[in-house]
């Protein structure tokens, strides 16, 4: 309804003398002025006032002399102002017509000499109003389309700072605001992409080169965060200059040049669905308070202004939540008056980025436990290195790739001399930390990356070494034996030294496609169990009697 001082402006789009001084009449005969009337003669005129100013409805009839049909300069006007309702006047008083023009877009069709003043105005308040219904109905399906686009992003994908990044870019798009963040409040007791975080901006879209280091715009969210946390509600400005602030809160925004800014908060719960339900029945009402420059929360419910401590804090985690950080939509020039639908779109992303850092989360952790339950499952539980099915596997995959390649593989099985006596000496704790020493000193001979070193049962070791000829296998082999004999770890029970020592067989070849990797294993165990057999303490090679393949070399 129309309040005084109040007038609708219209565009009479008519080539009709007559006509159109019957519907100045008609609209002009009022004790006080509600319209607001311009009249034109074609649509193409009524297009070029359409883009120069803003009209509140057209009038258009339908029987223009000019080059566009009746449908066709409908068609264009939506077109061109598809926010402006059209009611088409006309002279045929036929269903077909009333029916085409409403398909074509017209809001309403009035046949004229069948209308008088009332039937007119009541024609053109309808026609603003189905069109503004129209227009909710349009936004409210864009909102659930992209409501449903951020889900399945949510859904299809694990990388949260891909997700933060698209939401603000999407938000900013579809609310035509200057800029939108997502920031993360400051919080030593939790983490984000597997850091401790401090207060930042983590997403962005339409911020200036070099703004994100201003510490005027980190100051200003970092007190919407604890203004957040004391109202557990949305923080809606619409003009900041105005709006009663406490302390320095205005002079921070207008220095980050926000001069409307709306935030909504993003928990961090299990419950999302009471989350949800608290932030649909809390209203932000800003409220007045003469605290210091330094206490900057308020408490919006009561006006009771409320000292910046732990107290909201405690009285969040007390409900299981705790505020992750906000999402952040401002103007940069001009007031704006945050709309409630604007608000809801806003909390309803928000929950959903909720839900993503919660998944993000989850996956992170399940990440680390499975890398957790690889290593036990590749690892050997005394020693530290790589455990005999790890040994296997990598052998297997070494064996088959260097087939391929036609390049040598060397593979050196290392036994300690006397170990059983040594054990029954100096006990098993003794026995333990000794295949601990030992393990450590082969493992850091053992320096390449595609070089393996594993514990192959009891107190023998193997060392895998790919690409590498009998020359090189048997510099490493004397390098770990030197290493050991470098701890001079007691052996009291050796009959050949008065320290630990051990014995080595070494079997190198170019491995084949129709053998078994078994025949190099043969081979080494063969090539241990002669340096064993001539007196321990030593390096023996495999050798090979035939040129069947593998070929050793």
Known sequence: MLTRNQFLNILLVEDDLADATLIEDLLGSFSESLFRLRTVKSVEIALAFLETEKFDAVLLDLSLSDSLGGSEAIAVLKARSPTVPVVVLTDINDEHTGLSVLRSGAQDC?????????????????????????????????????????????????????????????????????????????????????????????????????????????????????????????????????????????????????????????????????????????????????????NYIWQPATGKPQVQGSSALDSIAENGNTLWGMLTAYNCSGVREWQQWEIDFLQHLANQVAIAIAQSQLYRQLAIANQKLQQLATTDGLTGIANRRHFDRVLMLEWRRLAREELPLSLMIFDIDFFKLYNEFYGHLGGDDCLRQVAAAIAKAVKRAGDLAARYGGEEFAVVLPNTSTEGATAVAQKICDGIASLKLPHARSSICPYVTLSCGIATAIPSGGESRDTLIRSADSALYQAKTEGKNRICHASSKSESSPLFI
């Open 110 to 294: 009035l046949v004229k000499g069948k209308f008088h003043r009332t039937l007119l105005v009541r024609a053109i308040h309808y026609a603003i109003e189905r069109h503004h219904i129209e227009e909710q109905l349009r936004q409210q399906a864009l909102r659930e389309r992209l409501l449903g686009k951020m889900i399945e992003k949510i859904r299809s994908s694990i990388d949260t700072a891909s997700i933060l990044q698209s939401t603000v870019a999407e938000v900013r798009q579809f609310l035509k605001t200057d800029r939108v963040l997502i920031y993360r409040c400051q919080d030593g007791a939790s983490q984000f992409d597997g850091e401790e975080q401090k207060g930042a901006i983590v997403a962005s879209d339409g911020l200036p080169l070099g703004y994100v280091e201003n510490q005027h715009i980190s100051a200003a969210l970092a007190v919407s965060c604890f203004v957040l946390v004391e109202s557990q509600s949305v923080q809606a400005i619409a003009d900041v200059s105005a709006a009663d602030l406490a302390g320095s809160c205005k002079e921070l925004l207008a220095d980050c040049e926000m001069t409307a800014v709306v935030s909504v908060p993003i928990w961090q719960s299990g419950d999302w669905e009471t989350v949800n339900q608290r932030l649909e029945n809390t209203v932000w009402e800003e409220e007045t308070t003469e605290d210091a420059a330094e």
